[in-house]
């Protein structure tokens, strides 16, 4: 395998937790958010948005918002990326 082979980024999702979700509105239609979508820039560091579904149930559209700063989704956002990083290092190939 060549050494310059480009990896632009990695993601994962992650399933928020019941007690660490919360709710957010945009134009109108409040959202309670329940999954992450973390990527690991080419830097090493992360970026993470949410999804989830609107409150008043259906569908809704594929919204994305900041996660808030609350040290408990960092820790989350941190654990979910080590873990990551785990299943990549022991995968099996192609299946």
Same mark, same amino acid.
Do not use: C, Q
């Given at each position: 395998?060549?050494?310059? !082979?480009? *990896?632009?980024?990695? #993601? ?16 109108? *239609? ?9 990527? !690991?820039?080419?830097? %090493? @560091?992360? /970026? #993470?948005?949410?999804? %989830?579904?609107?409150?008043?149930? %259906?569908? %809704? ?10 040290? =408990?989704? #960092?820790?989350?956002? /941190? =654990? #979910?990326?080590?873990?990551? $990083? =785990?299943?990549?290092?022991?995968? @099996? $190939? !192609?299946?």
């Amino acid at each position: 395998m060549s050494s310059d !082979l480009e *990896v632009s980024a990695l #993601a994962i999702n992650v399933t928020v937790p019941e007690g660490l979700r919360w709710t957010d509105t945009r134009r109108g *239609v409040a959202f309670t958010l329940t999954t992450l979508n973390v990527r !690991l820039l080419p830097d %090493g @560091r992360l /970026a #993470a948005k949410a999804y %989830g579904r609107p409150v008043a149930g %259906g569908r %809704g559209a594929y919204v994305s918002f900041a996660v808030p700063d609350r040290p =408990e989704l #960092a820790a989350l956002i /941190a =654990e #979910a990326a080590g873990r990551a $990083g =785990e299943m990549w290092a022991a995968h @099996r $190939g !192609l299946g």
